[in-house]
């Protein structure tokens, strides 16, 4: 091969290298900033209802933080191991405030499937797997109801303070 192409084969991969772990710092910046904002929105409607104190916005607002803490390692694996190994049914209520709630876990829970199977490569490859096998959009709703339900079962939070412990253990 020319050392032409060879070396403008390089420069490409480089390049794609660079591109790469950039895109990985700006997706984790990304999701944080959406979760940031759904924190903010569904603090204003609790305000405004007078339900900061409720029990359900409480562990809400606990599963956002820990998704916070724990973006630069979530991952379409992370979601997997939480789906298979951690599921418990959600309860439903007649709240006014529940349905709030379980519009705010809903919006969260899509951007969190959003950023897994868009903004990952190994998301991208499935993705590409079950467009070919037309799986994508049940496998997507799937995904959105699962993780969502993930929020009653606290999942988020245990996983974040295992990292947590993971990352003393690496700094000590």
């Not at 084969?9 to 790469?20: I, M």
């Not at 979601?79 to 007649?94: E, F, M, P």
């Amino acid at each position: 091969m020319a050392p032409e192409i060879v070396f403008l084969l390089a420069c490409v991969g480089l390049s794609l290298t660079v591109a790469y772990i950039y895109w990985m710092r700006l997706r984790v910046w990304l999701l944080r900033e959406d979760l940031f904002r759904f924190r903010g929105e569904i603090w204003s409607t609790m305000r405004d209802r007078g339900a900061l104190d409720d029990s359900s916005y409480r562990e809400l607002r606990e599963t956002i933080n820990a998704l916070i803490n724990m973006a630069s390692t979530l991952s379409l694996f992370t979601i997997a191991w939480l789906i298979i190994g951690r599921v418990g049914d959600t309860q439903a209520s007649g709240s006014p405030v529940l349905a709030e709630i379980a519009e705010a876990r809903r919006k969260v829970a899509s951007r969190v499937v959003r950023y897994v199977l868009y903004e990952t490569i190994s998301g991208l490859l499935l993705v590409a797997l079950l467009l070919v096998l037309h799986m994508a959009a049940a496998t997507k709703e799937f995904l959105i109801s699962r993780v969502a339900a993930l929020f009653s079962t606290h999942s988020f939070e245990g996983l974040a303070a295992q990292g947590k412990k993971y990352d003393q253990l690496l700094a000590g």
